[in-house]
């Protein structure tokens, strides 16, 4: 048949973020060296191991979505003024940093 072939599931340990929008990301690595930082065109998809990542800043965080765990992250827990920081605790969930 020609159905359309579903994207590889993210694994349960990784952070996906993707872009409805243009987006800029930080990655901090728990060691603090950058993972990534920049503008992130939109439509593009980005995933990290949550066991990688300390802290993660998005601007434009209204045209993002994330997703940890398998599950959606509510953006709005984590923005204020249209950027979301995150820092990933040790069981690799998501917090809100200050």
């Known amino acids: 048949s020609m159905a359309p072939v579903a994207a590889p599931a993210a694994t349960a340990g990784d952070i996906v973020v ?4 243009e987006s800029w990301i930080t990655v901090t690595a728990i060691d603090g060296s950058s993972l990534e930082k920049g503008l992130v065109p939109a439509n593009s998809e980005r995933r990290y191991a949550a066991a990688q990542v300390a802290r993660l800043t998005i601007g434009n ?5 994330v997703e940890n765990h398998g599950r959606n992250v509510d953006m709005g827990a984590f923005a204020r003024a249209n950027v979301a920081r ?5 069981d690799g969930s998501l917090v809100a940093a200050d």
Do not use: K, L, Q
């Open 61 to 65: 965080a209204s045209a993002v979505d």
């Open 18 to 21: 993707r872009t409805r929008g």
């Open 86 to 90: 995150f820092t990933v605790s040790s």
